[in-house]
């Protein structure tokens, strides 16, 4: 599927280079607009014009709403302010105001002079929501009815309206702006009598969104109600717009991206990885590794502190690594889970007593299996097999139990963290493994050294 | 929002205990069915099928196309013949497949035998497919038109046969089952003259998929073409049935956090935490952990063998952990940032050479970077602050030295094996965080014990 693209997207580059416009008219007329709009990024920037000019005008304004801006930039760039009132009047008002967010100030002025006046107001107010909000991802192109008109009048109303609508299929009923109900085009065709009144076919429990409510809230509420689309009601409950599922379907796959970008220890960045350069990855990458480098700090003091206790049982030293590696993982796991269940909306903050008792129970279950296994294997493989006869019986039980011990507060940890960091409105995701590794790291060594004064005297 | 909800969840269960049974009838009326079901997860056994019977008919059938299947099985066994019968007639096919799929055998067989004969036969072609391929999440109701029929001719057939279909919106164009195009009722209701054929208007470069193409893909179409439905085709090209957008979108929910418990070095689970017993998670945790501890044998066997240099240069010890941590956390970003651009189609398996050169390039700069700035702090910090005069010039420099080396080679292997463990078709996502660390744990000390015995010749 993929490499059959790939070959599409070379062929038509090269017959563009060949100048076969007719064919490649051709060839563009029955491809979707997502794909044409990937092959805008594969070209260079002079040939951008010229294969967007060879578009079907109506592909054209679709597969422009899919580029990235830097491929945007250049078109409009090019572009008559003839040429450039028209692909307005093809974009769909949130995708006009995605465009003026991303470009610079003297593009946005030349695309708000363009623009007419319904369009003009439509971008301003999207523009005027704060980024990340329902208000900033939403369209306010949906179809209105009238509470008393029928179902036949409203099927009219449909066929003469809908063709500048981002959906028809859900139509929302207002009277005087406050939004009273809602009607999906299903419902209105299967009604059998044209005769009806809206308001007695509208569903009137509805479920909507604030303009600032924050877009991962929005798209939960997609994904839990399989709705096509949700309306945005601003704080007097005045209707303003409609989020659509494909938006929020965008806004999934991006909050996902950014936790697992948060996870792995990076700053979130909203440029794909081929097309982010070495210095700009490089940004996003040092500030975590700096930071967590410096705080082990602390692990190098409680090393060199304990320097006696390493020098009298030298078998110590050699089993840092594991304990801190394996306490690594296991608060890793335990914060991965809960930053996950977080997102999901499967977990709340007044679910920590619960999550504190299974995470308890759960390490105490994998501390102690791991602690047998981990004595059996030293005593087999490090002290029998490669004969590391510093390695006495004590030293395996100082190993083991510290092990244990370090496996329950890195399960603690990793589940506590994420749910503090909620409660300080802080996102859950910057809790995970690198943070908390290398809390876990001093911590399990001052758990190792105390059982080793402990058991050893050292 | 979500407390409100929760208090409303409080509030029907004292109602019920309390049998106000009109008034919570009511209030269920006004209910969406996502959270009717979400009500049910609450409950006790003995109040389930008492909740459900106060439940409207229609409502009914979707809240428990939303159950977890515990409630489900519970409804199911109290349910009589007749009852079933008229649940199965409410639930789409592709809803009771998935039912069929969860229950025990037993309860399967009487679902299959109060099912209509129609229905049976969608349940068992869907079951017919592979676990997580497009067959076995498609729904076999969509409604079908010819190509010779009229724009009005179409428009009545939906209104006829809508009713059972799970969407009306994209309607598919076959021929003996050859599927030759699809029509939005969109682009039926805005054509002007309903004379007008459905073949002249309908998009014939279509998108389908494979019955055995894999959900993932699937579900990465809908966020790039955001259709609303994606038609599937047999192998001979003929269609057998639809997905839709909101089975998709659950699948992007489920495939992300497979991804993420895998990166987490945990066996995937389709329950939810707070559902999962303290066993079951135990068993999802410990085999990784087991299997990282084991390996870091070879980490105890790098330190053991320079015990020599050790004891010689004390020093060195306290910069293990912060070198091993470092080259961790370098690798992790890399092996994240990789595993999501491959999960999201961003990557193919031929750019590797490009992600190698990306990688050394970014690895040059976060080393030399961190390199410099701990040269500074060993020296400020841990030298001169808290006076540790076993640190000299030459082993901050063996240090500072091995942490770049060690960047680069955790930035390499973080980036490399998960594109490896594609091209060997297994989930990149195994390869993240707590196994790379691994690696990079026995490599760093490696680089580590080289630098030291070069420059210091310990």
Same mark, same amino acid.
């Given at each position: 599927? &993929?490499?059959?693209?790939?070959?599409?997207?070379?062929?038509?580059? /090269?017959?563009?280079?060949?100048?076969?416009?007719?064919?490649?008219?051709?060839?563009? +007329?029955?491809?979707?607009?997502?794909?044409?709009?990937?092959?805008?990024?594969?070209?260079?920037?002079?040939?951008?014009?010229?294969?967007?000019?060879?578009?079907?005008?109506? &592909?054209?304004?679709?597969?422009?709403?899919?580029?990235?801006?830097?491929?945007?930039?250049?078109?409009?760039?090019?572009?008559?302010?003839?040429?450039?009132?028209?692909?307005?009047?093809?974009?769909?008002?949130?995708?006009? $105001?995605?465009?003026?967010?991303?470009?610079?100030?003297?593009?946005?002025?030349?695309?708000?002079?363009?623009?007419?006046?319904?369009?003009?107001?439509?971008?301003?107010?999207?523009?005027?929501?704060?980024?990340? /909000?329902?208000?900033?991802?939403?369209?306010?192109?949906?179809?209105?009815?009238?509470?008393?008109?029928?179902?036949?009048?409203?099927?009219?109303?449909?066929?003469?309206?809908?063709?500048?609508?981002?959906?028809?299929?859900?139509?929302?009923?207002?009277?005087?702006?406050?939004?009273?109900?809602?009607?999906?085009?299903?419902?209105?065709?299967?009604?059998?009598?044209?005769? &009806?009144?809206?308001?007695?076919?509208?569903?009137?429990?509805?479920?909507?969104?604030?303009?600032?409510?924050?877009?991962?809230?929005?798209?939960?509420?997609?994904?839990?109600?399989?709705?096509?689309?949700?309306?945005?009601?601003?704080?007097?409950?005045?209707?303003?717009?409609?989020?659509?599922?494909?938006?929020?379907?965008?806004?999934?796959?991006?909050?996902?991206?950014?936790?697992?970008?948060?996870?792995?220890?990076?700053?979130?960045?909203?440029?794909?990885?081929?097309?982010? /350069?070495?210095?700009?990855?490089?940004?996003?990458?040092?500030?975590?590794?700096?930071?967590?480098?410096?705080?082990?700090?602390?692990?190098?003091?409680?090393?060199?502190?304990?320097?006696?206790?390493?020098?009298?049982?030298?078998?110590?030293?050699?089993?840092?690594?594991?304990?801190?590696?394996?306490?690594?993982?296991?608060?890793?796991?335990? +914060?991965?889970?809960?930053?996950?269940?977080?997102?999901?909306?499967?977990?709340?903050?007044?679910?920590?007593?619960?999550?504190?008792?299974?995470?308890?129970?759960?390490?105490?279950?994998?501390?102690?299996?791991?602690?047998?296994?981990?004595?059996?294997?030293?005593?087999?493989?490090?002290?029998?097999?490669?004969?590391?006869?510093?390695?006495?019986?004590?030293?395996?039980?100082?190993?083991?139990?510290?092990?244990?011990?370090?496996?329950?507060?890195?399960?603690?940890?990793? $589940?506590?963290?994420?749910?503090?960091?909620?409660?300080?409105?802080?996102?859950?995701?910057?809790?995970?493994?690198?943070?908390? &590794? /290398?809390?876990?790291? $001093?911590?399990?060594?001052?758990?190792?050294?105390?059982?080793?004064?402990?058991?050893?005297?050292?």
């Amino acid at each position: 599927m &993929t490499e059959r693209f790939e070959n599409m997207e070379n062929e038509i580059i /090269s017959m563009l280079e060949q100048k076969q416009y007719a064919a490649l008219r051709e060839i563009l +007329s029955q491809m979707n607009p997502a794909d044409i709009a990937e092959i805008f990024s594969e070209l260079e920037q002079r040939q951008i014009p010229l294969l967007f000019r060879l578009l079907p005008k109506e &592909t054209a304004a679709e597969a422009f709403a899919e580029m990235e801006s830097e491929a945007q930039e250049v078109l409009i760039r090019g572009f008559s302010d003839n040429e450039l009132k028209e692909l307005l009047d093809e974009l769909y008002a949130d995708d006009a $105001a995605d465009l003026a967010e991303e470009m610079p100030a003297n593009v946005v002025k030349r695309i708000l002079r363009q623009a007419t006046p319904e369009m003009r107001s439509a971008i301003n107010q999207i523009l005027r929501y704060p980024e990340y /909000s329902a208000g900033s991802i939403m369209t306010t192109e949906y179809v209105s009815l009238r509470p008393q008109m029928t179902v036949g009048e409203s099927i009219l109303r449909i066929r003469r309206q809908g063709v500048d609508k981002e959906t028809i299929y859900t139509c929302y009923v207002t009277q005087g702006r406050k939004l009273l109900g809602l009607v999906t085009v299903k419902d209105l065709l299967l009604c059998g009598d044209d005769e &009806t009144l809206v308001e007695d076919v509208m569903l009137t429990n509805l479920i909507c969104v604030n303009t600032h409510t924050d877009q991962e809230e929005v798209a939960r509420m997609f994904s839990k109600y399989n709705f096509l689309a949700l309306p945005v009601v601003d704080m007097e409950n005045r209707m303003v717009g409609i989020v659509t599922f494909d938006d929020a379907m965008d806004v999934m796959e991006e909050e996902t991206t950014e936790d697992m970008e948060l996870m792995g220890g990076m700053l979130p960045s909203e440029k794909t990885y081929l097309r982010s /350069s070495a210095w700009e990855l490089f940004k996003n990458r040092i500030p975590w590794l700096l930071l967590l480098m410096i705080s082990a700090t602390f692990t190098g003091m409680i090393i060199t502190s304990f320097e006696g206790a390493l020098a009298a049982q030298a078998a110590l030293t050699a089993f840092i690594p594991m304990l801190m590696g394996t306490g690594g993982n296991s608060g890793s796991q335990s +914060s991965v889970t809960v930053i996950r269940a977080l997102s999901l909306g499967e977990l709340d903050l007044d679910d920590l007593p619960r999550v504190i008792w299974k995470e308890i129970r759960t390490a105490v279950l994998c501390g102690v299996a791991l602690a047998v296994v981990c004595f059996v294997k030293i005593w087999l493989i490090d002290r029998l097999l490669l004969g590391n006869t510093q390695i006495t019986l004590l030293v395996d039980a100082v190993v083991c139990l510290a092990l244990a011990v370090t496996v329950l507060v890195a399960k603690l940890v990793g $589940a506590i963290l994420p749910i503090g960091a909620k409660l300080l409105k802080l996102d859950p995701a910057v809790m995970a493994s690198p943070f908390i &590794t /290398s809390i876990v790291d $001093a911590l399990s060594l001052l758990v190792y050294f105390l059982f080793a004064r402990l058991l050893l005297g050292v």
